[in-house]
């Protein structure tokens, strides 16, 4: 297996040690906000709980949690438990469930997230002066800056284009031999189909590393194949510290490792926030146990998921595996009885031969009444008819929709949006 263990000492550690760090970090990090936040000192006040009353792991769930709300709310300062003379950097959430957060870093807060950052380049294949080909925005938006980060801690070649120009994104992948690729999903299949259009092939091009939306597994398949890669699936968040920050997949792909000594992370039921067995799927709470301006307690993703594992992996980590996010909590649609996420449409839709992969997902609304539209890509040998059988087949429903010929449905910079909603009279 192609794998470099950037920190064996800490990546392969037993899981009774990992243990002992998560309390022992854990007690230090809410000392930490609550002696410097006064948000975090209510909280605690209310819930009745000193760090000094945890005695082992399992008494996290005694600890109140916080939700995407809190953090807005606490906007742009509140959540903050450092000296604002500090802070080094700054950055803000792409929006996609509401206003913006802002997350602040001191030096120490980058160092821990450039380390997490180049755990993944080391763990996906990257080695020190490969070239990567960094592909989100240089900006608020924390997905460049923190690819940058990770490169510049490992030592890769660092070719910094930032979002757009596509036909540029592959002439510079060619000319300074691109390894390793990393993007929004999105954007992975915008290059993808743009070198099909084009012609022709990028050879050194290896590995490639995406994220921030939630793509099935065929969706990775199909950006595989048409770049001649062997791809990644990327987490993290802007409230964690951005991208890299909680895991990754290893070349065993058998889920997506959570930097376990960095973060604390639980499986909870979506309405009672009790925590749920390994194995049963439900809402992603984390902890973060090493960051210092804006840690965060128990804080509720809204992204969902299931452990897969605790045993030491093929590759040698320790670190627990979760499935890849399917989707948030608020992306599951409900169209005549039937619960359906976007990532299973995406991932029936492309079982079926000669599907592209840009599609998307219409609720139309008539006086009260839902219907879902399914727009396609396909090439021309697919029909209407095949679609909505493969899709009752997978999902149980048959929607309506058409297929269009490949590049006639919109798209756009960033993170894609598949679901739309109209009101029809
Ligand atoms: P937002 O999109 O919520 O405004 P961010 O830009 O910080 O905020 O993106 C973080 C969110 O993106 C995660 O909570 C998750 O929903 C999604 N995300 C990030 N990486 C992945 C991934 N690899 N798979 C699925 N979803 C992801
Ligand atoms: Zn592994």
Not at 257 to 286: F, M, T
Request: charged share 20%; proline share 5%; net charge neutral.
């Amino acid at each position: 297996m192609n794998t470099t263990i950037y920190q064996p000492e800490w990546e392969t550690m037993s899981q009774d040690a990992l243990a002992l760090l998560q309390l022992a970090r854990l007690k230090k990090t809410l000392s930490h906000a609550i002696s410097n936040c006064q948000f975090h000192r209510e909280r605690f006040q209310e819930a009745q709980i000193q760090p000094g009353d945890l005695t082992s792991l399992d008494d996290l769930k005694r600890l109140p949690s916080m939700g995407k709300e809190d953090i807005r709310q606490a906007y742009p300062t509140a959540l903050l438990c450092e000296s604002p003379t500090l802070l080094r950097e700054m950055h803000m959430s792409s929006g996609s469930t509401g206003s913006p957060i802002a997350m602040l870093y001191t030096q120490g807060d980058l160092d821990q997230w450039a380390v997490c950052m180049a755990r993944c380049y080391s763990m996906a294949g990257g080695r020190p002066s490969d070239p990567v080909q960094i592909t989100p925005s240089f900006g608020l938006f924390n997905g460049g800056f923190g690819m940058y980060h990770g490169a510049r801690a490992l030592g890769l070649l660092v070719i910094p284009t930032g979002a757009g120009n596509t036909a540029r994104q592959i002439k510079l992948a060619r000319d300074f031999g691109t390894k390793i690729l990393t993007g929004v999903v999105s954007y992975g299949i915008r290059i993808m189909e743009e070198l099909q259009a084009l012609g022709g092939t990028l050879p050194q091009l290896t590995y490639g590393i995406f994220g921030a939306e939630a793509f099935s597994e065929n969706m990775k398949n199909q950006l595989e194949k048409g770049l001649n890669i062997e791809a990644f699936n990327i987490y993290g968040m802007t409230e964690t510290g951005g991208v890299g920050t909680l895991g990754q997949d290893c070349p065993d792909h058998s889920g997506i490792h959570v930097w376990e000594d960095h973060y604390l992370v639980e499986v909870c039921d979506r309405e009672s926030g009790e925590r749920l067995p390994d194995g049963k799927e439900g809402e992603l709470y984390v902890t973060s146990l090493t960051r210092s301006a804006m840690p965060v307690i128990r804080f509720r993703t809204g992204d969902l998921t299931r452990v897969l594992s605790r045993q030491r992996c093929a590759c040698g980590r320790t670190h627990i595996r979760i499935a890849p996010i399917i989707g948030r909590v608020d992306d599951m649609l409900i169209v005549k009885g039937i619960n359906f996420f976007p990532t299973q449409v995406e991932q029936a839709l492309m079982e079926i031969p000669g599907v592209k992969p840009n599609y998307q997902i219409i609720i139309e609304e008539r006086q009260g009444v839902k219907d879902v539209r399914i727009n396609v890509e396909a090439e021309s040998t697919v029909t209407g008819f095949t679609v909505a059988k493969h899709l009752k087949e997978r999902l149980g429903f048959s929607p309506k929709g058409d297929v269009f010929t490949p590049g006639s449905l919109p798209r756009q910079e960033g993170k894609a949006t598949r679901v739309f909603y109209k009101i029809l009279d």
